[in-house]
């Protein structure tokens, strides 16, 4: 019997990142038959079309232009003041809820996802995730003592399962009274998929319905990681408002993360923000993230904060900032339009694609089939169900011919 060091609790199986394994894997083989003759649809950062990662101008040069001591500096426990004031603002946009809103910084979405699962569930718990989902999910529960359970994000037509999503919602709470679901849109990583306004209020009925049980304590996580790159103006931001009044045994907690829309995936800042009818509930939320905060990284990043406030504050600064995002979001659009009018002429069948960085193909042996597809330089993420192909990371014209040769694969095989 192998002698563990490691406590119980904190054994795992050694793997590493499957994803950043990959990755490598596409690396050398852009380093032996150059850059043109690989289609590297790994890694989830938007990459322009000669491969370099896309850094924001406007974001650079304000830290560039700071002080080193505001960048060294530590930052306060939950943040901040004037980025927990601003962040808001900036996620919700046009559409804030009149509620009680509290906010705490956290190292990137991830650290949000971490205090909703944690601060609201209670040992042995399962959350709600849909079943195409961000394995961290996974990872952050099972590091919890947590579990997760999965609802077909997908019904026959291709829509959003809302029969699958209430027999699993209700189950759940009907077993553990209390239930956190994380709904990642929009731009859903990895199909693409956004909920719809009218999903939306499909999705809150259900939440009011069973909130008439006082018992109840539902709790909906936004992950809106990917919101910046969603819809073409402000509308993906609309559904926000609906958050307005709703009774007190339901709260949202959106996972907002600057990694995406500022481009500053390694400087790991975000936010949990709460949103509540109830003051004492947001009080209690802020209060509860604060320790949690104090207890796994003390504290966030101040320049990444600051970066945010700093563009916040003046308007030249906002507008050429939001230009540079448009541009970003237009170039996503094209090359996620070229991939599936490309899938559509080859009859390689995705999930339904609305905004972001990633497409869908569902089929049977995903890691047999990014094997195959290894062989033909195409380096795609294989999930549970399906491929994983990143939009975000491969030019507009290798997004218009990578169908063909996935179904070609994927015709050999199943
Ligand atoms: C679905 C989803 N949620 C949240 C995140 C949060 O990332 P970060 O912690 O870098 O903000 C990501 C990043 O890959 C993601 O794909």
């Known amino acids: 019997m192998a002698f563990n060091m490691v406590a119980g609790h904190a054994k795992w199986p050694k793997v590493n990142d499957a994803i950043f394994g990959l990755a490598a894997k596409a690396k050398e083989a852009i380093d032996k038959y150059g850059k043109e003759n690989v289609i590297d649809s790994t890694l989830g950062a938007l990459v322009d079309d000669k491969g370099d990662l896309i850094c924001l101008n406007t974001v650079y040069q304000e830290l560039k232009s700071m002080p080193d001591a505001a960048i060294a500096a530590y930052a306060q426990v939950a943040g901040q003041p004037d980025f927990l004031e601003t962040v808001p603002n900036i996620c919700f946009g046009k559409y804030r809820p009149d509620a009680h809103i509290r906010a705490v910084a956290t190292p990137g979405g991830t650290g949000s996802v971490r205090h909703s699962i944690y601060n609201y569930t209670e040992p042995g718990d399962s959350i709600l995730i849909s079943d195409w989902f ?15 359970t999965t609802f077909e994000l997908f019904n026959s037509k291709n829509e959003f399962n809302m029969e699958s999503f209430k027999e699993k919602f209700e189950e759940l709470l009907n077993k553990q009274k209390r239930l956190v679901t994380i709904l990642n849109t929009p731009a859903n990583n990895p199909t693409g998929y956004s909920l719809s306004d009218e999903e939306w209020d499909e999705v809150l009925n259900l939440a009011k319905e069973n909130a008439k049980d006082p018992e109840n304590r539902i709790i909906i996580v936004v992950d809106c990681a990917y919101i910046d790159y969603a819809g073409i103006g402000d509308e993906r931001r609309k559904f926000f408002a609906k958050f307005s009044g709703l009774p007190k045994n339901i709260l949202i907690i ?63 600064k906002t507008k050429a900032y939001e230009a540079e995002v448009k541009e970003a979001k237009m170039m996503l659009r094209k090359r996620a339009d070229a991939f599936v009018k490309g899938a559509k002429e080859a009859g390689l069948e995705i999930l339904p694609y609305r905004d972001g960085f990633f497409v869908s193909i569902p089929c049977k ?49 199943e």
């Open 134 to 148: 961000w394995s961290p999910y996974i990872t952050i529960s099972e590091e919890y003592g947590r579990k997760a």
């Open 365 to 413: 042996d995903a890691k047999k089939a990014s094997d195959e597809l290894i062989k033909e330089n195409l380096f795609v993420v294989a999930l549970k169900k399906g491929l994983r192909f990143a939009v975000c990371a491969v030019s507009e014209e290798k997004c218009k011919t990578a169908p063909a040769i996935i179904k070609k694969v994927l015709d050999r095989i």
């Open 254 to 316: 959106a996972a907002f993360s600057m990694s995406k829309g500022y481009t500053m995936y390694g400087m790991r800042s975000g936010a949990a923000i709460c949103i509540s009818s109830d003051e004492e509930i947001a009080e209690e939320f802020y209060y509860s993230c604060l320790h949690s905060n104090r207890a796994n990284w003390s504290n966030g990043t101040r320049a990444a904060m600051e970066i945010m406030t700093r563009i916040a504050k003046d308007p030249e």
